[in-house]
């Protein structure tokens, strides 16, 4: 059974939550490709592809109070971090080069960066999906879906 009506402020904050995990998310990409440099793989940019709206989608859902937008947002968490998922099983060299998607144009293991060691983008960028995906099924539950 679907639920209308406004958010609660306990929800309210939730959803918050994931439109700033999606803002510093868009950001960091772009910051990494327009002010770094770092030119994406064709993976870097499905993941974009599936990030990018969900800042707005957050921003409807947080001035409207409308619960639905976690409905709609969970399709392109979830599909945003089955990509982050692969490109960091191929990032640790567990998928073969054989059936590897970048093998032509920018590399999708290209090392530009290891925060701390062991924070790389593919890594950032799955913590980020995992984060606001959580959060989606969090949103959803206290919605009765």
Known sequence: MIHSGKTSPTDWNLLFLCWLLAG???LGSLFFSEIMRFPPCILCWYQRIFLFPLV????T????GDKSVARYA???AAAGWLVAAYHNLLYAGIIPESIQPCSQG?????????????LTIPLLSLLSFSLILALLLILNRRFGR
């Not at 920018?106 to 062991?118: H, N, R, W």
């Open 106 to 118: 920018v590399s999708c293991t290209e090392d530009y960066i290891s925060l701390f060691g062991f």
């Open 24 to 26: 510093i998310s868009t």
């Open 74 to 76: 969970l399709p392109l």
């Open 61 to 64: 859902g947080l001035f409207s």
């Open 56 to 59: 707005f989608l957050f921003t």
